[in-house]
């Protein structure tokens, strides 16, 4: 079946710092990709999304690339703030339910 | 901008009882989904509703979770006889349809059910 692994956390890193959380998929077909993020004490919201192959995803400084040939969509933000700290869930669409990844926490001190 | 809304924000039980769970979609969406978290867990699909009926459902969706959609606006999840295990976030979420390509969801902020 559909499936998503993501790098465990938390990742904690120091403000400007670049940032890549690590995802990877197995699904038959062709998936659409997704990142989501959930903020402390609220629900998700779409950070961005990919739907073919070498799409590449982006809003709010976050980016990922859809590699077809690696299978993965792995997040990327050149300069991280206190802000971003949250936990982002990579997901992907190949029927019509979502598989998320377990979820990572990443946590940005000043 | 349009939103997803879930209502109560947070709902205590005691074991054995019903509850349900409202949700009110964007309003030109046509497909409907629960997922819920258990705390500190993935995120796991429940159900997916459309045209008034189920279109898909998980092995966790047993025969105590029901859904409905009993007007043009809310869309509810029941649970028969709560247990200790369904304490946990429920998220709704609607999609556009079948026709987009991006399976774009767009969730709501999630009711928090504990079970005791």
């Known amino acids: 079946g559909d499936s998503v692994t993501q790098m465990e956390g938390p990742v904690t890193l120091s403000e400007e710092a670049f940032l890549t959380i690590n995802c990877t998929y197995t699904?038959?077909?062709?998936?659409?990709l997704f990142w989501y993020v959930q903020y402390p004490g609220e629900g998700l919201q779409l950070l961005l999304k990919a739907t073919k192959a070498d799409d590449k995803g982006s809003n709010k400084g976050f980016e990922a690339t859809y590699r077809k040939e690696t299978t993965s969509f792995h997040l990327e933000k050149g300069s991280v703030q206190v802000s971003d700290s949250a936990v982002y869930f990579c997901a992907l669409n190949a029927r019509r339910a979502l598989t998320f990844g377990s979820g990572t926490r990443l946590q940005v001190q000043p | 901008e349009p939103e997803v809304t879930q209502t109560p924000s947070h709902q205590v039980t005691q074991m054995g009882q019903e509850v349900i769970l409202r949700c009110v979609p964007i309003?030109?969406?046509?497909?409907f989904y629960w997922y819920r978290q258990i705390l500190g867990q993935k995120v796991e699909f429940l159900v997916s509703?459309?045209?008034?009926?189920?279109?898909?459902k998980s092995e966790i969706f047993d025969d105590q979770f029901s859904v409905e959609r009993p007007d043009g606006s809310n869309f509810t999840l029941k649970i028969r006889s709560t247990k200790l295990e369904d304490s946990a976030m429920y998220f709704c979420?609607?999609?556009?349809?079948?026709?987009?390509?991006?399976?774009?969801?767009?969730f709501g902020p999630g009711t928090r059910l504990t079970v005791t």
């Open positions: 699904a038959t077909g062709y998936p659409s």
């Open positions: 309003s030109n969406h046509l497909y």
């Open positions: 979420a609607s999609s556009v349809g079948k026709t987009d390509a991006a399976g774009e969801q767009y």
């Open positions: 509703f459309y045209n008034n009926e189920i279109s898909e």
